[in-house]
């Protein structure tokens, strides 16, 4: 049997030394003591994020808390308000003008985010088999429209769609005079010419995104396609289009929320006129929560926007995660 003599070192770094405190006998060195991370133990951590969270609650949360309770009310914002459980939500059903106003802003999905993003990648994919001098000054003319004001845009767009503005002095300069109309007074075209502001404001969001996800997609992916004889087509859909998955979901999700949210613009050319050829969800909600007060059917149109939009946000992103898999 071996005996350790006193003084001795154990193995764990110790001392055995029986004339030592007993609270520094086996104490590991310094060096081998495990630090808790930062934001140990939970409920610390917890507490960086409280004045976020509760800036996020008063501001976000709370009005929306409050907009669902007025959504089961009738109340016209002076008297107290009626408990009606569905009713507005039965209304909206029911109510044609309501319909048409989503309706509206289905077909202005088409133009502020499907066509966008189409154009956008056949640009990407043009100038991935090309180089263009002057790209700097180019995309930022095309990124203009994204930094001016949509009351701005509404404006300007309002002046070119004149009887005799701008749009149709240009069909009478290149022969297609027959083609002019009162753009925003004809109730069949003023939503497609609405919309196609729409995809002059969204273009340059989508190219600047596609642009930059381009130049990050190796070109011995490109090289390697043309090695092996795939035409533009086919090295689109292989290398292209699935090197920009990511920027297309976040152009997919900035352009059909903004499509879905538009009000300023319809505000400022047609206030949804004529008739209401040209009106959506939220100009509905603005007339009647400070038009006819109509305070709980405006919140439940609200609440039915916001349910929609995450939707769309929740498939857009499960798209875009099914196709990473």
């Not at 009887?163 to 753009?183: D, I, Y």
């Given at each position: 049997?071996?005996?350790?003599?006193?003084?001795?070192?154990?193995?764990?770094?110790?001392?055995?030394?029986?004339?030592?405190?007993?609270?520094?006998?086996?104490?590991?060195?310094?060096?081998?003591?495990?630090?808790?991370?930062?934001g140990e133990p939970r409920r610390i951590g917890y507490l960086y994020i409280l004045p976020a969270f509760a800036f996020f609650g008063v501001f976000v949360l709370f009005p929306m808390g409050h907009s669902l309770w007025l959504?089961?009310?009738?109340?016209?914002?002076?008297?107290?308000?009626?408990?009606?459980?569905?009713?507005?939500?039965?209304?909206?059903?029911?109510?044609?003008?309501?319909?048409?106003?989503?309706?509206?802003?289905?077909?202005?999905?088409?133009?502020?985010?499907?066509?966008?993003?189409?154009?956008?990648?056949?640009?990407?994919?043009?100038?991935s088999r090309m180089r263009v001098r002057g790209?700097?000054?180019f995309r930022t003319v095309l990124f203009l429209?994204?930094?001016?004001?949509?009351?701005?845009?509404?404006?300007?767009?309002?002046?070119?769609?004149?009887?005799?503005?701008?749009v149709n002095a240009l069909l009478r300069a290149v022969g297609l005079g027959s083609l002019q109309k009162v753009w925003l007074g004809d109730f069949r075209w003023t939503l497609p010419a609405l919309g196609l502001v729409g995809t002059w404001v969204a273009?340059?969001?989508?190219?600047?995104?596609?642009?930059?996800?381009?130049?990050?997609?190796?070109?011995?992916?490109?090289?390697?396609a043309r090695v092996d004889g795939a035409g533009p087509v086919r090295e689109f859909f292989a290398v292209t289009l699935p090197g920009l998955r990511n920027e297309?979901?976040?152009?997919?999700?900035?352009?059909?929320?903004?499509?879905?949210?538009?009000?300023?613009?319809?505000?400022?050319?047609?206030?949804?006129?004529?008739?209401?050829?040209?009106?959506?969800?939220?100009?509905?909600?603005?007339?009647?929560?400070?038009?006819?007060?109509?305070?709980?059917s405006a919140a439940a149109i609200g609440m039915s926007l916001t349910l929609v939009c995450f939707i769309v946000v929740f498939l857009v992103t499960r798209l875009g995660e099914r196709r990473s898999t």
């Amino acid at each position: 049997m071996s005996v350790v003599s006193i003084g001795s070192k154990s193995p764990a770094g110790g001392s055995l030394d029986p004339s030592e405190p007993p609270g520094t006998r086996f104490a590991p060195p310094a060096r081998e003591r495990i630090e808790a991370p930062p934001g140990e133990p939970r409920r610390i951590g917890y507490l960086y994020i409280l004045p976020a969270f509760a800036f996020f609650g008063v501001f976000v949360l709370f009005p929306m808390g409050h907009s669902l309770w007025l959504s089961f009310t009738n109340w016209d914002g002076l008297t107290p308000a009626k408990w009606i459980g569905l009713g507005n939500y039965r209304g909206l059903v029911s109510d044609p003008e309501v319909r048409a106003a989503f309706g509206h802003a289905l077909v202005l999905v088409v133009f502020y985010s499907f066509i966008p993003v189409t154009i956008g990648l056949l640009l990407a994919a043009s100038l991935s088999r090309m180089r263009v001098r002057g790209m700097t000054f180019f995309r930022t003319v095309l990124f203009l429209p994204q930094v001016i004001a949509m009351v701005v845009v509404g404006v300007i767009w309002r002046w070119m769609y004149t009887p005799l503005g701008s749009v149709n002095a240009l069909l009478r300069a290149v022969g297609l005079g027959s083609l002019q109309k009162v753009w925003l007074g004809d109730f069949r075209w003023t939503l497609p010419a609405l919309g196609l502001v729409g995809t002059w404001v969204a273009f340059g969001l989508t190219m600047v995104l596609f642009l930059a996800g381009v130049q990050k997609i190796p070109t011995s992916l490109y090289d390697a396609a043309r090695v092996d004889g795939a035409g533009p087509v086919r090295e689109f859909f292989a290398v292209t289009l699935p090197g920009l998955r990511n920027e297309v979901v976040v152009a997919l999700t900035l352009t059909i929320l903004a499509a879905l949210r538009s009000f300023d613009l319809i505000w400022v050319t047609t206030k949804g006129g004529p008739g209401n050829s040209s009106s959506v969800p939220a100009l509905i909600l603005y007339e009647r929560a400070f038009v006819t007060n109509q305070v709980g059917s405006a919140a439940a149109i609200g609440m039915s926007l916001t349910l929609v939009c995450f939707i769309v946000v929740f498939l857009v992103t499960r798209l875009g995660e099914r196709r990473s898999t």
